[in-house]
């Protein structure tokens, strides 16, 4: 069955990429909702009223906190994250901890695995 599709808000980061991706694949979905928070998008589509884009990182966790289930992972459709210091090196060890556990855990490439 086709389903709507609940959709961030255009002044998101995320939103242009959507659109972009949608338009590159010929896509035309019923959008049923946009959304400024995520958290709300995501409880509409934990509640049935349409499918939601989500980080592939985050499958698991948004799975579990929303008990939805992915439909799929489009390769070609990527968010970038930065970040940013003002030292060439990081430093602190608090901050040179999360990008450790970021580098292993969310950016390892999971084809190369």
Same mark, same amino acid.
């Given at each position: $069955? /086709? %389903?709507?599709?609940? *959709?961030? =808000?255009? &002044? ?11 338009? &590159? ?10 959304? /400024?928070? =995520? $958290? *709300?998008?995501?409880?509409? #589509?934990?509640? #049935? !009223? #349409? ?8 499958? /698991?966790?948004?799975? !579990? !906190?929303? &008990?939805? !289930?992915?439909? #799929?992972?489009?390769?070609?459709? %990527?968010?970038?994250?930065?970040? +940013? =210091?003002?030292?060439?090196? +990081? ?6 901890? +999360?990008? $450790?556990?970021?580098? =292993? ?9």
């Amino acid at each position: $069955a /086709d %389903m709507p599709l609940l *959709l961030p =808000s255009a &002044q998101t980061a995320l939103r242009p990429r959507l659109d972009a991706w949608l338009r &590159q694949h010929a896509l035309a979905p019923l959008v049923a909702a946009e959304f /400024d928070d =995520s $958290a *709300l998008l995501k409880a509409f #589509g934990r509640e #049935g !009223q #349409g499918v939601f884009a989500a980080p592939a990182v985050l499958a /698991d966790e948004v799975a !579990q !906190q929303y &008990q939805v !289930q992915c439909l #799929g992972t489009p390769g070609d459709l %990527m968010e970038e994250f930065y970040a +940013i =210091s003002v030292e060439r090196r +990081i430093t602190h060890p608090a901050v040179a901890a +999360i990008t $450790a556990a970021a580098r =292993s855990k969310l950016f390892a490439n999971p084809a190369a695995a």
